[in-house]
């Protein structure tokens, strides 16, 4: 996969007729990032679903790209993965989902969490003690 910088000097480079006939320009679905991810990670979907308690078919379904993750799947993904927030950013966009905003409450915990390596059930707690909803 190229980066973005190499798109960007490709496609200054391009004729009008290269431009029109370029395939793509590296757009990254959200199931191969995820898969990515897993791969990166040593883990595998069955780690998902025992440690996130995912439902294996809807698991499955998000892998293969059938399916579009939900925000609070992708947040729990990013901690059970120890992302950094640049990194969960970067998934929550590209799982088109909103990114994480710090003057929301709950997303203020969740960056908490997530620069403070909290696990899920840590996470659970503090948005629980803070009157927000759970991520499960």
Sequence with gaps: MKTTAELLEQIQHFDIEEFKNAANFGSLTIADYLNE????????????????????????????????????????????????????????????????????????????AIQNHLTEEELNKLLSDIGENTLF
């Design 37 to 112: 991810l897993l791969l990166k990670k040593h883990l595998q979907a069955k780690d998902i679903i025992i440690k996130l308690y995912m439902e294996r078919s809807y698991t499955y379904q998000i892998l293969k790209g059938r399916r579009k993750p939900t925000r609070t799947f992708l947040i729990r993904i990013a901690i059970l993965c120890q992302l950094s927030l640049t990194e969960t950013q970067r998934m929550l966009t590209i799982g088109q989902r909103q990114v994480l905003y710090p003057k929301n409450r709950f997303d203020a915990a969740v960056i908490y």
